[in-house]
């Protein structure tokens, strides 16, 4: 009885050790695994373009001079920062300006830059997220944008007049683009970058809404204005226009097509 009684503590020991090997198998092995996946993930270069489209504090870096440097040749200077685009107006013949280059690839008017400069730090002071994801474009940059959007509506069956109207619903003709002036911006939140009317929802858009027009950014396709803009509502993209035209803008309730109107009247 003894003799027999004796093989027990030897198999609960074997148990044991049994369960301890089970432990870190079930325990220590997929902790490891994950701080192994987590380590992977810290050390890999992150998504290049999300680095490059943020504005980031040390974006101040930025050389004082413009690094790409289109002069301005406006035939009214004094108003540069009124210049309308707009499917009716066109961007001027030999419209030339100066860009400031952001370090993300992105450029806008070197007369605009400290303001939006201002306005990114201030958000990302305030625990904000905000993205530029597009901003100046050349002319040939739209005409690539337009055309492939034509080309998405006739690889769908659509005639080429009906491909072409379509298409100039969601993105401008080369020439009418408002980002061809470097004075456009879209701006959309990190958490959320679908241009979608869901954008205005975003803590950034609620935000930028409220508060653009005190670093002279104005929201440049309001809900409600597509007669007069031409445009449909747009919560992303801002339009520089000078911190006295928005706040002018912002107390009225005018979008830039009427302010023009108003102050030439
Ligand atoms: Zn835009």
């Keep these: 009885m003894v003799e027999q009684a004796r093989p027990l503590p030897r198999g ?26 987590f380590l992977l993930f810290m050390v890999q270069p992150r998504d290049p373009n999300l680095i490059t489209i943020s504005f980031a504090a040390e974006d101040r870096e930025i ?18 920062n009124l210049i309308l685009v707009n499917k009716w107006h066109t961007l001027p013949e030999g419209f030339r300006v100066e860009l400031t280059k952001l370090r993300n690839g992105h450029a806008i008017d070197s007369r605009a830059y400290p303001d939006l400069q201002e306005m990114m730090d201030d958000m990302r002071a305030g625990g904000l997220s905000p993205l530029i994801c597009s901003s100046y474009r050349t002319t040939a940059d739209q005409e690539n944008l337009f055309s492939a959007q034509n080309q998405k509506y006739l690889s769908q069956g659509l005639s080429q007049k009906e491909a072409q109207a379509e298409a100039a619903l ?15 911006v879209d701006i959309v939140d990190t958490s959320y970058q679908l241009l979608e009317t869901d954008q205005e929802n975003t803590p950034v858009q609620i935000w930028l809404h409220q508060n653009a027009w005190q670093y002279g950014f104005i929201l440049r396709y309001p809900r409600g204005k597509t007669e007069i803009t031409g445009k449909s509502y747009e919560p992303w993209h801002y339009r520089y226009v000078g911190k006295d035209a928005a706040r002018e803008m912002h107390q009225s309730g005018l979008c830039l097509e009427e302010y023009l109107n108003d102050i030439h009247r």
């Excluded at 001079?65 to 200077?77: F, G, V």
């Design 170 to 184: 969601l993105v401008a003709l080369p020439g009418t683009s408002e980002h061809q002036t470097g004075l456009a």
């Design 63 to 80: 050389p004082a001079h413009p690094q790409s440097t289109l002069h301005a040749t406006s035939s009214d200077k004094a108003q540069w």
């Design 12 to 37: 609960k020991k074997k148990r044991k050790r049994y369960s301890l090997l089970r432990l870190l198998r079930q325990v220590y092995l997929p902790f490891g695994l994950l701080l192994f996946l």
